[in-house]
């Protein structure tokens, strides 16, 4: 595979986990427990896959997480956007809870897609 076809696998596998998360996300508040197994697997396929295609598209382009701030920036907020999507599936113990820790993930996932385009860690701010 070439570069650019990696790099819309990316973003397509992005935009699936997404979706999926948020999918996940909002049955964890309204009806916990009920998940089919698929949907808790699945899940796990598509961001392996989404990390791997993330690494290779970093090797390709000789990128370091130390000697660029963006990549820095979109690696923190990767582990944060797991930190609280964990908490909106599985850990938050209240509906309110897990409902915060969800919009919280979708908000560092919408800053990643920000650093990702902007290639800043500024982000969306990087546009103004």
């Known amino acids: 595979m070439d570069y650019l076809q990696v790099k819309q696998l990316h973003q397509g596998l992005a935009l699936l ?3 999926f998360f948020i999918w996940r ?3 964890s508040i ?3 427990g009920s998940l089919p197994r698929w ?3 699945l899940p796990h396929i598509i961001d392996t ?3 791997a ?3 290779w598209l970093m090797v390709q ?3 370091s997480p130390l000697h660029s701030g963006w990549l820095a920036a979109k690696i923190i907020a990767l582990v944060l956007y797991i930190a609280l999507g964990t908490f909106a599936i599985k850990r938050g113990r209240t509906p309110k809870a897990r409902a915060l820790a969800a919009v919280g993930a979708v908000l560092v996932f919408i800053y990643i897609v920000g650093v990702a385009i902007y290639k800043s860690p500024w982000a ?3 546009a103004v």
């Open 25 to 27: 996300a909002s049955r």
């Open 30 to 32: 309204v009806a916990p």
């Open 124 to 126: 969306w701010f990087s």
């Open 17 to 19: 986990t997404i979706v």
């Open 49 to 51: 896959a989404l990390l």
């Open 39 to 41: 949907a808790k697997v």
């Open 61 to 63: 382009l000789g990128l």
């Open 53 to 55: 295609a993330g690494l």
